[in-house]
């Protein structure tokens, strides 16, 4: 009993710790690297041109050339590949790759055999489409992830919902998603006292009935808190002088190099379409 309560301590230890180094990561963005260097509208710019780039394109040499590009870039950022690796690989591509599986075989995708086998009396083949196939979706999110991440990583985030703004993204938006960021590392904070607390009170073992009360007492004081904070934060925010748009003290300049690197940008899109 004691291992498995370990064992859920320890997972939801962990999850909650990685999910606070996946969403905060401002000292990423505050390093003096190439993509921090970049004006964040020109950064949205040039990503959302990769992005879109990977969507198009059926040529898988064009989009393991883009993800080799995207580690360059976080390499010349100064973020650390493993720490980049992880966060881009851990959930949305590996679940794509489990999705793509069944066309892998004849009975989704025919085609040219490359491989048969059988598993319980079940014969089973792999054919050349299919697995072009796979190939391609799974290259595609893992690209399109990565860049999605990096963008995230070596802006900071008050700067990146500000450029969104200026591309005519809808405020409320913008606002809710600031809020959200803002806000989740304070109820993760708050899940880890109260882990912290029913243990020092109840000890190691809990009957179920008992460990089912105060799940539910602490579900429903998470709900009444939450919704406490949300009046004091608008009311603090009203009287600060918030009138529904949101301030941030960062502005933008464009310099030669932003203009470089979008021309540079640009100029391989376009020969790369033909």
Known sequence: MLRRNDFIERSLAGALSFLKEAVFSDACALDRGFLQSLDPRIKIITFVLFIIRVLFTRDIVILLFLYALCLALAYYSKINLGFFLKRTWV???LF?????IPALFSF???????????????KLTITRPGL????LFTARVATSVSFAVLLGITTRHFALLKALRVFGIP???VFTIGMCYRYIYFFM???????LAVKSRSGAKIHYKRGQRIVAWNIAYLWARSYQLNEEVYLAMLSRGYSGEPAALDDFRVGTKDWLWLAGVLIWMSLSFH
């Open 91 to 93: 959930f949305i591509p």
């Open 96 to 100: 794509s790759l489990f999705i793509v």
């Open 108 to 122: 989704v995708t025919p085609g040219e055999v490359l491989v048969s086998f059988s598993i319980s009396g079940l």
């Open 132 to 135: 072009s196939g796979a190939v």
């Open 171 to 173: 405020q409320i938006f």
């Open 189 to 195: 904070e708050i899940i880890e006292h109260t882990c």
